[in-house]
């Protein structure tokens, strides 16, 4: 089964960097796709990034584009996301999700994730 625990949250000041990692420390078998999702205060969880198994495919939020960086290493089973130039924006809470299969772009949609780690707080303040 897959468990997911996030972890490198933190304080960072704008323009800074943070990297967070999401480790699944479950007996899992077989391809497991990763994503990304934040909820802010007073907002809607909303997509992040997505990663395929294979880590071809990589889908990214608007918001983000350019500034956050999806990776994963499948021999750690682990999943990364490089968050660079980080806005006020940016604060909110970040966890990771899993799904045994892939659904392309409707990956970028929370009802495709069958697994979800607790959370790690990401807070940009000067």
């Known amino acids: 089964q897959v468990q997911l625990v996030e972890s490198g949250g933190g304080l960072v000041q704008p323009g800074g960097s943070l990297r967070l990692s999401c480790a699944d420390s479950?007996?899992?078998?077989?391809?497991?796709?990763m994503g990304w999702f934040r909820q802010a205060p007073g907002r809607e969880r909303e997509f992040v990034a997505t990663?395929?198994?294979?880590?071809?495919?990589?889908y990214y939020a608007d918001s983000v584009k350019g500034r956050f960086t999806v990776s994963r290493d499948n021999a750690k089973n682990t999943v990364y996301l490089q968050m660079n130039s980080l806005k006020s924006e940016d604060t909110a809470v970040y966890y990771c999700?899993?799904?045994?299969?892939?659904?392309?772009?409707?990956?970028?949609?929370?009802?495709?994730?069958?697994?979800w780690g607790q959370g790690t707080q990401v807070t940009v303040s000067s």
């Open positions: 479950g007996r899992t078998s077989g391809p497991v796709h």
């Open positions: 990663i395929s198994w294979s880590r071809i495919i990589t």
């Open positions: 999700a899993a799904s045994k299969t892939w659904a392309g772009a409707n990956m970028k949609a929370q009802r495709y994730y069958d697994y």
